[in-house]
């Protein structure tokens, strides 16, 4: 049974640049969220996605969006890039009708902004 | 692989001590708090969770203690090993419903044979 998977791995951006970011959810789970993790930092929410519609929002600005698929997997989207959204960017899936505890993350995407 | 450790505080123990992780708390309405490890190039990685109802949770070799009043969790490693060598951040749960997730700072530990 495959975990959660992100891709790419690493990426490298230029300022003002549009990024996309793919996420595929733990099977039978519905759910996903978007993390971003700067470095040294603990990881911060940016929103959560269930039935293709974003559910909740962290406190991030609209240069951030999201999509979900019928299939459940994920895109986080990044347009107008600043050096600041360097960061290891997790998704995390879950059951709609778990537990918190059965949030489980991916690797994450490492993403550089020069 | 990928640090995630750059600037965090760090405990150092020797394989075979017993480590004590700290955290601080940001929200009193938080209703549910998780431990996660998170080892260089991964993703946070479960330990524990604790319900705000309860002041301690054990698990194999590990022990959660919640002081609500003073709003500070902490994670106990019996018999600490070389593999549990990552960084540890506390989460807090506001609406338990919906899973989402405040992350504390983060405490590297570094163990040594």
């Known amino acids: 049974d495959a975990g959660v998977t992100q891709s790419p791995t690493h990426l490298i951006k230029t300022r003002g640049q549009q990024v996309t970011l793919r996420c595929s959810p733990k099977s039978g789970h519905d759910t996903v969220s978007w993390y971003q993790q700067a470095l040294g930092q603990g990881p911060q929410f940016i929103f959560q996605y269930y039935e293709e519609e974003e559910r909740q929002r962290g406190n991030f600005p609209d240069r951030f969006s999201g999509h979900q698929f019928p299939n459940y997997s994920s895109e986080l989207n990044v347009n107008a890039l600043l050096l600041g959204d360097s960061a290891l960017y997790l998704c995390?899936?879950?059951?709609?009708?778990?537990?918190?505890?059965?949030?489980?993350f991916g690797p994450g995407t490492r993403l550089t902004v020069t | 692989g990928e640090s995630v450790g750059l600037h965090l505080p760090t405990l150092s123990v020797q394989e075979g001590d017993n480590s004590i992780i700290n955290c601080a708390y940001s929200?009193?309405?938080?209703?549910?708090f998780i431990w996660y490890k998170q080892e260089s190039g991964k993703g946070p990685q479960f330990i524990i969770d604790i319900r705000s109802n309860m002041d301690k949770r054990q698990g194999q070799r590990v022990t959660v203690l919640l002081n609500k009043t003073v709003k500070h969790l902490s994670l106990q490693i019996a018999a600490t090993q070389p593999g549990d060598s990552a960084v540890y951040f506390c989460a807090e749960i506001w609406n338990s419903g919906y899973s989402t997730l405040t992350f504390g700072k983060g405490t590297m530990l570094l163990v040594s044979p």
């Open positions: 929200n009193s309405a938080s209703d549910y």
């Open positions: 995390a899936s879950t059951p709609w009708a778990g537990g918190p505890n059965e949030q489980y």
